[in-house]
């Protein structure tokens, strides 16, 4: 039977997937409508100023969906997640107050002024509105993913026994994330991403039907050569984020690749198998040697370390946890001696780990030898979702980079509509970003570490 707690995170989960359909694309579509009015400024040309307006339609349709789904995520902050507010609400709650007041606002506004104000403002006041929107947007998904790349790594913060709640020691240090960072240029690369496949595709369908050739044929050439850096931006960037994981967030990187033993350096890249998480091991592997290492390590003589190993570090953990709770409670009972405080900052570290022990037993000072280890297979994420999530979403990517290279080359040879093939490609090749976008976070929500 689910619990209400599995419940809650069902229903955020798909209520953070449905927003995030409609994010990707105002973060791509933002950019291509200031790049197209900026060609419109600069040339004169009435067909840039169609082709902004057109697109500017889907663009707020998109938009207007996006805000209405993502207000029901801070809905269920307040009510399946109140506690949770209110546990890390000091930190949490920072970013996502200056994204609402500061970002949502100033992306909120222009929205406005960018379809009412075409009559009413002159070509360049019109074109400072549309970057403005562009960047706002960017500007919000800085935030929100401040927000996530704290959860995800937990810095600039302190858990405060008085309180009993995490207490901001660093600003800075919550914003200059190095997990949050790498998040938010990844994410916004794949929303330009998602924008330009957009634009391509639907492009390419009026190149087929032969409707609107001029209006289409531009459109085709800005998206093919918007997508081309967005794409080997988001490869690039993706690496880097993968890189990251190997210093914090060693399980979900182990659990990403199947690696259930540390190896001789440097790892070995399983490009195929069958995640099998009762033996921990993998059935039918294929793998290619050293580029595992490679990616997670940046060297060849640094270990990827195993889910097995893992695994009984977190038992120590666990243990430091027992301790930490024992303390806790000495603390919360009055016993506020400089030792009892000094030892329990020594290991609240790993409070979190210990508290894993409460699906098994309420009192976790006393759990058993059993209920320690059955907690310790608990911080090990199931393997096979993450898995083949991540090669679903870097399968896309590789196949987005396929279409779009070949659509740049044939721009720059001027012969798109003579390439049906690769009109077809990119007109069905639509849904792959938001395939990606969907499986990486996937990813980096499914295998965030248990125990933080």
Request: glycine share 8%; charged share 20%; with cysteine.
């Amino acid at each position: 039977m689910i619990d209400v707690v599995d419940l809650s995170r069902l229903q955020f989960a798909m209520t953070a997937m449905y927003h995030f359909l409609f994010v990707p694309l105002t973060l791509g579509m933002a950019f291509l409508l200031a790049i197209m009015e900026s060609v419109y400024v600069m040339t004169g040309k009435q067909i840039y100023k169609d082709m902004t307006k057109f697109w500017g339609k889907l663009f707020g349709i998109n938009f207007a969906l996006g805000v209405a789904t993502g207000l029901t995520m801070e809905f269920q902050f307040g009510t399946n997640w109140s506690y949770y507010s209110h546990y890390v609400g000091d930190i949490f709650g920072a970013p996502l107050a200056i994204e609402a007041l500061v970002a949502f606002f100033l992306e909120s506004t222009f929205v406005g002024l960018f379809f009412f104000g075409w009559d009413r403002l002159s070509k360049r006041q019109h074109l400072c509105v549309t970057w403005l929107v562009a960047i706002g947007s960017n500007f919000s998904a800085l935030w929100i993913l401040v927000a996530n790349g704290w959860m995800q790594h937990p810095v600039g913060a302190e858990f405060n026994f008085e309180t009993m709640r995490m207490e901001m020691v660093s600003f800075a240090e919550v914003v200059l994330n190095p997990v949050a960072q790498v998040k938010f240029v990844h994410t916004v690369a794949s929303g330009y991403t998602t924008g330009a496949m957009f634009v391509l595709g639907i492009s390419s369908y009026y190149l087929l039907k032969g409707r609107d050739v001029a209006f289409a044929r531009r459109s085709f050439a800005i998206a093919a050569s918007f997508g081309m850096a967005a794409i080997l931006s988001t490869i690039v960037l993706g690496d880097e984020s993968g890189y990251e994981l190997g210093d914090v967030q060693k399980v979900k990187l182990a659990a990403i690749e199947a690696e259930w033993h540390t190896e001789p350096a440097p790892a070995a890249f399983t490009a195929f198998g069958i995640p099998n998480q009762e033996t921990m091991e993998t059935d039918y592997a294929v793998k290619i040697p050293y580029v595992m290492g490679i990616i997670a390590t940046r060297s060849l003589d640094k270990e990827v370390t195993g889910l097995r190993d893992l695994r009984e570090e977190h038992v120590v953990r666990i243990r430091n946890g027992m301790y930490a709770y024992e303390l806790l409670e000495k603390l919360r009972a009055g016993d506020k001696s400089e030792e009892n405080i000094a030892a329990f900052d020594e290991v609240k570290q790993d409070l979190g780990y210990g508290l894993l022990l409460k699906r098994y037993t309420d009192n976790v000072v006393d759990a058993t030898e059993q209920q320690i280890q059955m907690a310790a297979d608990d911080s090990i994420p199931t393997v096979w979702p993450l898995f083949w999530s991540f090669r679903i979403m870097v399968a896309c990517g590789f196949i987005m980079l396929f279409i779009f290279g070949m659509a740049f080359i044939q721009t720059c040879r001027q012969k798109i509509e003579q390439k049906p093939w690769l009109l077809k490609a990119a007109l069905y090749g639509i849904p792959l970003p938001w395939i990606a976008v969907e499986a990486g976070w996937f990813v980096a929500e499914y295998g965030r570490q248990r125990g933080l």
